[in-house]
């Protein structure tokens, strides 16, 4: 099953980031660019915001150190890095303290990407609020169990919850 793959890549799609360049710091209102003020080459101005991918280099745009570190992606936790023209992940973006981890679980690297243990799964904020507690195919996943403690079950009554790979559990009803 690759569902939780798949989430775990949006995931990371949505906390992506990156680069930047050496000309002056251009930031138009509208851009996509990082609002932190990473300086970015026009020909990249879509690609820059999110992406982090800032700067021209032989016609395609690539990440840098300057603008990984000023990206949305580093901001939220994960992608701070420059390596081999994209922004990646490092074990310090990726431990305790850190958005992935304390959020969403993701907090053993593993290669340039962060990933779900099951410490991690347990102790983040997911887990407390939405019962996404248990590490199974890479990603933490509702059970019963954390469902009927979870936060949202317990004092909202919301007992129907949709774990990080799409799955849909009912408890607590």
Known sequence: ?????????????????????????????GSSAPATGAPFDKECENDCGMSGLCSSKDGKCVATEEGCRRSAGCASGAFCVA????????????GKGQ????????CELKGDLCHATEQGCRDSSECKVNGNCVLKESACHVDEASCKASENCRDKKMCRVVDMAGITTTCGE
């Open 83 to 94: 390596k081999d023209g994209a922004c990646v992940s490092s074990a310090e973006t990726c």
């Open 1 to 29: 099953m690759n569902q939780p793959r798949l989430c775990l890549a949006a995931l990371l799609v949505c906390m992506t980031a990156c680069a930047s360049s050496s000309s002056p710091d251009q930031s138009p209102q």
């Open 99 to 106: 958005p992935p981890c304390d959020k969403f679980g993701v």
